[in-house]
């Protein structure tokens, strides 16, 4: 069976009084789905025969090496990532998105995972995806997980073709936090404080956002953050490997 990640009831209950629904966020590479799907993605379009996808991910392969450490330069990761995408625009990839979906990302959607957002959904919270992804690949992912509200790394469209450009802030370590205020200021929710009351990730990349809400979870956590979260006492769960809960 499925364990859920039981959230600290007094949090919950002080919040559920609010007249807006309590927000459960998840990061999404190695948390929801076993793998990161920009690097899945350059895989894929490999597989497809794409110009310019092998290049790319050998040079991809080589800066995600300082993603472990926090040091990793994501503007430069994303501009090398879009290089084979440059002059296209999202409608021409729309049917290569839904193959890859389908085809590899809705294989490694984590069992627990899908159990874990109808849980949250079951209990009137609203969850987001908010990733270091590529924007267009997280709503993609998003909608085959029926989560409408999904952030990600904005691709710059130039007359909406693909510029090779992303645009700021960036949803990656402290990023994260600045696109997740950005995007509750446009819902019309409350400071993060009062609308955020969970947060899943598997990166000591997040814990700047982990440390700002009340029930924070490791999921699948790196040795970095797996320290942390004993430390401090969050839990700790491992999907697609075992139910337990620590």
């Not at 696109?179 to 899943?200: E, I, T």
Request: glycine share 6%.
């Amino acid at each position: 069976m499925t364990s859920l990640v039981q959230p600290d009831v007094s949090s919950v209950l002080e919040k559920a009084c609010q007249d807006y629904p309590l927000i459960a966020a998840f990061d999404l590479d190695e948390t929801l789905i076993n793998g990161d799907c920009a690097q899945l993605w350059l895989q894929f379009l490999m597989e497809q025969g794409w110009d310019g996808a092998a290049r790319a991910y050998d040079q991809c392969c080589v800066l995600m090496e300082s993603y472990n450490n926090g040091h990793m330069n994501m503007e430069r990761y994303m501009s090398v990532w879009l290089q084979p995408l440059h002059g296209k625009t999202l409608n021409e990839l729309q049917s290569l998105l839904t193959l890859f979906v389908d085809q590899w990302i809705a294989p490694r959607i984590f069992t627990e995972a899908r159990a874990q957002l109808q849980h949250h959904i079951a209990q009137g919270h609203l969850p987001v995806i908010i990733s270091a992804s590529p924007d267009f690949l997280v709503n993609a992912i998003g909608r085959s997980l029926a989560v409408s509200d999904c952030i990600g790394i904005v691709v710059s469209l130039d007359k909406g073709v693909i510029s090779g450009q992303c645009q700021y802030p960036i949803s990656y370590r402290e990023g994260k936090i600045e696109c997740l205020q950005q995007w509750l200021k446009a819902m019309n929710y409350p400071s993060l404080g009062k609308a955020v009351g969970y947060f899943y990730s598997d990166s000591h990349n997040d814990l700047p956002l982990m440390k700002l809400v009340p029930n924070p979870c490791a999921v699948n956590p790196n040795p970095q953050l797996a320290e942390t979260a004993q430390q401090l006492g969050w839990p700790i769960n491992y999907w697609g490997q075992s139910a337990s809960v620590i």
